[in-house]
């Protein structure tokens, strides 16, 4: 079965929760997953100041950590419609890596939050999405096979192009399970791919 790595950053755990719930997909589909986050920038007083959380169990990555995965799942939160500064900061010391050609075939995949309904999940999918492509990685999204992607009853995250969650502007809502269930499906979906091209 393939290997797979959840990587993500998470400023206030909804990004995390994500990651767990991608993971749990995929040990759904057999494969191997480890979860790990990138390191936080941030000067750790100003992330206490502002209540960053600074407890997560994940263990932090290394970028030499990607080349030996068969599938990346990323994850993070939105800034102003685009990737944290985080997580852009991990991905740009991927260079070695393209040089090498080291995650070309390999699958990729995105996942997100944002504050707002309309606080740029979708371009900070395809923005992220476009760092995989350039990694030479074949990217897989969130199908309408998923039918929480059409669920009209309540207010939910959820695109084609990734799992997402809506934080709320003071971050107190939770991901939903509708939500949750995308992020299950999403990394099961991509397992089995993997499962397919290097099972």
Do not use: C
């Not at 998470?10 to 767990?20: C, D, F, I, Q, R």
């Not at 995105?110 to 371009?123: D, L, P, R, Y």
Request: charged fraction near 15%.
């Amino acid at each position: 079965m393939s290997k797979v790595l959840v990587l993500y950053y998470s400023t206030y755990g909804h990004v995390e929760k994500l990651a767990g719930a991608v993971a749990a997909g995929v040990r759904e589909a057999g494969a191997t997953v480890d979860v790990k986050r990138v390191p936080e920038t941030a000067p750790e007083a100003v992330a206490k100041a502002a209540n960053f959380k600074l407890d997560q169990a994940a263990p932090v990555a290394k970028i030499e950590d990607l080349a030996n995965y068969d599938a990346i799942i990323i994850g993070g939160p939105t800034r102003f419609g685009r990737m944290a500064s985080q997580l852009a900061t991990f991905i740009d010391q991927a260079g070695g890596l393209w040089a090498k050609g080291a995650l070309n075939g390999k699958v990729g995949s995105a996942f997100t939050s944002t504050a707002s309904q309309h606080g740029g999940q979708e371009v900070n999918l395809f923005s992220t999405i476009t760092n995989l492509l350039h990694l030479g990685m074949v990217v897989v999204g969130l199908p309408y096979s998923f039918g929480g992607l059409t669920e009209m009853g309540e207010i939910t995250g959820g695109t084609p192009y990734g799992a997402t969650t809506i934080a709320g502007l003071d971050g107190s809502r939770q991901p939903s399970e509708n939500e949750l269930a995308g992020a299950r499906f999403q990394g099961r979906h991509v397992a089995e791919i993997a499962n397919k091209i290097f099972g």
